[in-house]
């Protein structure tokens, strides 16, 4: 089993920052593949971003890319989210997602494990 708790969501203005982070317990995330999914009311989840066991491979959603950095540090067992340049269409519930491979977040659409997501809101 792995348990994950997303934490760092929040209100803030368009153009500031946040830092998600994803903390897990049960089993070490060096194992997993990470992701984070987001969905806001009314819309669809959508894939943010995802990057592998060891972090040499990141993945990004076009609408985050070069705005949002995802990250990791197997040794804390926690995955981050940066996101900078925050827009209001950035307004979601955020999730975070634990997978054994990567094509079960690119391709399939989730992990095996899911955080409870914590909000945020990017006001104009």
């Known amino acids: 089993q792995v348990q994950l708790v997303e934490s760092g969501g929040g209100s803030v203005q368009a153009g500031g920052s946040l830092r998600l982070s994803c903390a897990a317990s049960g089993r070490s995330l060096s194992n997993y593949t990470m992701g984070w999914f987001r969905q806001a009311p009314g819309k669809e989840r959508e894939f943010v971003t995802a990057?592998?066991?060891?972090?040499?491979?990141?993945y990004y959603a076009g609408s985050v890319k070069g705005r949002f950095t995802i990250s990791r540090d197997n040794a804390k067992n926690t995955v981050y989210l940066q996101m900078n340049r925050l827009k209001p269409e950035d307004t979601a519930v955020y999730y975070c997602?634990?997978?054994?491979?990567?094509?079960?977040?690119?391709?399939?659409?989730?992990?095996?494990?899911w955080g409870q997501g914590t909000q945020v809101t990017v006001s104009s």
């Open positions: 990057i592998s066991w060891t972090g040499g491979s990141t």
């Open positions: 997602t634990a997978a054994g491979r990567m094509l079960s977040i690119l391709v399939v659409g989730g992990g095996n494990y």
